[in-house]
Nanobody, 115 residues
Framework: VQLVESGGGLVQPGGSLRLSCAAS????????MSWYRQAPGKEREFVAT????????DYADSVKGRFTISRDNAENMVYLQMNRLKSEDTAVYYC?????????WGQGTQVTVSS
């Protein structure tokens, strides 16, 4: 099982980034996929989730209306489009695959929002 995040980087406040997570080694289309983040000195927190078929999504209140999660089951990819970024969005972003009690995590990608 492998989850590899990419697309992080340094962006100015108000800017945008698109994170990607490439999945392999499991039946991707059966798993709900989520994004979490962890800022320095803070616990990891939920950001967004999408059901296995992509028909339903949910977001943390702090990102609702700014972030969009999506997936491509043909390509085994999940994405997080982040718009109107704020300094408080600075964190390491992780993707997670979940199937009942099975949870797989990626290694994370750093997002830094700073002028």
């Amino acid at each position: 099982v492998q989850l590899v995040e990419s697309g992080g980087g340094l962006v100015q406040p108000g800017g945008s980034l698109r994170l990607s997570c490439a999945a392999s080694g499991f039946t991707f289309s059966s798993y709900a996929m989520s994004w979490y983040r962890q800022a320095p000195g803070k616990e990891r927190e939920f950001v967004a989730t999408i059901t296995s078929g992509g028909g339903s999504t949910d977001y943390a209140d702090s990102v609702k209306g700014r972030f969009t999660i999506s997936r491509d089951n043909a390509e085994n990819m999940v994405y997080l489009q982040m718009n109107r970024l704020k300094s408080e969005d600075t964190a390491v972003y992780y993707c997670k695959a979940r199937y009942y009690s099975l949870n797989y995590w990626g290694q994370g990608t750093q997002v830094t929002v700073s002028s």
